[in-house]
């Protein structure tokens, strides 16, 4: 229905009613009679009745419930194994090397766990190291690097950011890399061996390419351009300060895994959000033919334990783990589906009773009365 409202009628302008004795009119602040501005534009508002909730309530569940069993069978599929190895127990064959430990030791102490595989692991398994109580998500620890260093900046490399202090300089040199993230990086050694029956000890080819983000590897990460020769490039910078080696020491064998660009390095440099955390360490890759990739059976984890985590009552971790299309063992989003699947069914039925209680009473369903 048309309106025949006007807004200068009731602003108090009365057609042919000019200002008289020299008055000037006050400027209104009511907004323009426009369609926007008076919000009447034309909208859709929808009625919520029995007859369009309930339908909802039952199609979500009827897909979610579905969704989330397929991601929790997907979940339950991925094999895992975990074993500490941090030696906090007087038993614990490393529980020497833990006592011991410190970042001014010089020589690695050495520990071996046994442990079995009840069944076999096939396809690509990758090998993590996990951490407990260790806060990288801590600000200042965030914020302790320099981006322009890792990217390979001549300027940085000599003049590191003041956010890496009290680890931007050791003396009147630079540090590289430098920063509280770099001076704290996961220097543990892992080796793995399957004691076949005759107790042979196979070692397991472990990957150590691979493991980072693409994007980390070929675009954060860079070393400085200018001299292929990663010592004479690093030349005028020092060690950080818990660091057994220089940066251009982290896989001399591989120059393509060197210095900035190492993968065990920039793993460590994308920091956890949570204090409990996993982070990749090698890959072993799948075998060719039917035999799996670790057989069920007995093995031995060699450690090179050099990380000290004791002093914070931090624990230390391998994991292996297979993984599928969506990722990692993680059944909590298929357990979130199924439970608001669920919840949504249980209520589109007590809804569903409500409403046929209120039309066996008064007849009325979905806001249309019902007579006979």
């Not at 914070?312 to 783990?321: A, E, V, Y």
Request: aromatic fraction near 12%.
């Amino acid at each position: 229905m048309a309106s025949s409202y006007n807004a200068k009628e009731e602003d108090g302008h009365v057609p042919g009613s000019a200002g008289h004795g020299g008055a000037a009119e006050a400027k209104s602040k009511k907004p323009d009679n426009t369609a926007f501005k008076q919000q009447r534009l034309p909208a859709w508002q929808p009625i919520l009745t029995a007859g369009t909730v309930l339908p909802a309530f039952f199609v979500i569940g009827l897909i979610f419930i579905p969704i989330g069993i397929g991601l929790f069978v997907t979940s339950n599929n991925i094999k895992e194994f975990e074993i500490d190895y941090t030696g906090v127990n007087s038993d614990s064959p490393c529980y020497s090397c833990a006592t011991n430990a410190s970042w001014n030791n010089t020589t690695p102490c050495l520990c071996s766990l046994n442990f079995t595989l009840s069944q076999p692991f096939e396809s690509n398994v990758y090998m993590y190291y996990g951490l407990s109580n260790f806060y990288q998500n801590h600000r200042r620890y965030v914020k302790s690097r320099d981006d322009s260093q890792l990217y390979g900046d001549p300027n940085a490399l000599k003049s590191p950011s003041k956010e890496c202090e009290p680890y931007r300089m050791s003396g009147a040199q630079p540090i590289a890399p430098c920063g509280a993230i770099a001076n704290s990086l996961f220097n543990d050694t892992l080796e793995l061996y399957h004691i076949e029956p005759n107790g042979t000890r196979n070692l397991i080819p472990l990957v150590k390419k691979g493991i980072a983000w693409w994007t980390d590897k070929h675009v954060k990460f860079r070393n400085p351009e200018g001299n292929d020769n990663l010592t004479v490039a690093f030349q005028g910078t020092t060690k950080p300060v818990n660091w057994r080696n220089p940066v251009y020491e982290l896989d001399p064998s591989d120059p393509e895994n060197n210095g900035f660009i190492n993968e065990d390095f920039i793993v460590w440099m994308r920091t956890a959000a949570l204090p409990t955390f996993r982070k990749l360490y090698r890959i072993i890759q799948k075998k060719s033919g039917p035999t799996p990739t670790l057989p069920s059976g007995n093995y031995v984890l060699n450690i090179a334990y050099n990380y000290p985590v004791t002093s914070f009552d931090g624990r230390k971790r391998m994991i292996l783990s297979t993984i599928s299309w969506m990722g990692g063992k993680n059944p909590f989003l298929g357990i979130a589906y199924i439970t608001v699947g669920s919840i949504c069914f249980f209520l589109g039925g007590g809804f569903k009773q409500a409403a046929l209680n209120i039309w066996s009473v008064h007849g009325i369903l979905g806001g249309v009365e019902l007579s006979d």
